[in-house]
C-alpha cells in the first residue's frame, strides 16, 4: 500500500508531522510512506526543510493521498501546474485534505456540491467552491475525506489506516501515542468519553 502526502513551501509543520509519524507506526508488510511534491525539498511554515521522497506525479500511484495545508496552499490551489500534476482518482483511491488542505480538492472539483470541513479561515474562501462547509473535525464523502484542525489529522489517518490495513492495526497505532495517564486527544470508540463519541459520530466516522 502506497500512502503518498502532498507536501509544498509554506506548510504547517504539525499537520504533515503528525501524519508522517502515525502512518510509519504501521506494521504492514506492504506499507509505504512518502512525502511527494514538486521540489527535491520543501520548507516548512517554521522555515524546517525537508526532503521529498518523490514527485506530485506519485499521486496518481498512490492508494491514499492526503493533502498538506497551511499558508502556502493559496498560491498552489491557483497553480495550473500543480493541479494538474496531481491526476487523482476517487473511484480507486483514498483522497484527504487537512484543515485548508480542502482548497486544493474542492480547485480539483472532489468537493463540489459535497459536505467538508477545512479550517476558520477558510471557511468562506472553501463556500466559493459550491461546498456545503460543514463545522466538524472529520467529514467523508466517499472516498474523499476532509479534516479541519491540526490534531484532526488523527482522524484522517484512522480512515486509511483502517480502510486500507484494518481496524485493530488502528486501533493499535492511535493507542501507541496515548497521554499516559490522562484523558487522551485521540478518540479511539473503546476509550472515548460519552462527549467525545457524540463528536465522532457527529464526524460520519
Known amino acids: 500500500m502506497l500512502i503518498s502526502i502532498v507536501v509544498f513551501d509554506d506548510f504547517t509543520d504539525l499537520d504533515v508531522f503528525l501524519m508522517w509519524d502515525l502512518f510509519n507506526r504501521v506494521q504492514h508488510p506492504r506499507w509505504k510512506v512518502q ?37 502556502g496552499v493559496r498560491q ?38 459535497k459536505r467538508a470541513t477545512t479550517h476558520p479561515s477558510v471557511r ?17 464523502d466517499g472516498k474523499v475525506a476532509t479534516a479541519a484542525g491540526c490534531l484532526a489529522a488523527q482522524h484522517l489517518v484512522a480512515w486509511v489506516v483502517g480502510q486500507l490495513a484494518s481496524d485493530e492495526e488502528r486501533d493499535r497505532v492511535l493507542e501507541s501515542v496515548q497521554p499516559v495517564g490522562g484523558s487522551s486527544a485521540f478518540v479511539l470508540p473503546h476509550l472515548a468519553s460519552q462527549r467525545e463519541m457524540h463528536m465522532l459520530r457527529r464526524a460520519d466516522w
Open 76 to 113: 498552489k490551489m491557483s497553480d495550473p501546474q500543480f493541479l494538474a500534476a496531481l491526476k487523482l482518482d476517487p473511484q480507486r483511491q483514498l483522497i484527504g485534505s487537512i484543515c485548508a488542505g480542502s482548497l486544493i480538492l474542492a480547485a480539483l472539483g472532489l468537493l463540489t456540491r
Open 124 to 140: 468562506q474562501l472553501l463556500q466559493t467552491f459550491d461546498v456545503h462547509v460543514v463545522d466538524r473535525p472529520f467529514v467523508r
Open 35 to 71: 512525502l511527494i511534491g514538486e521540489g527535491l525539498q520543501h520548507r516548512s511554515r517554521t522555515n524546517i526543510p525537508i526532503p521529498m521522497h518523490g514527485s506530485l506525479d506519485q499521486a496518481a500511484k498512490s492508494d491514499a493521498v492526503l493533502i498538506a495545508s497551511g499558508p
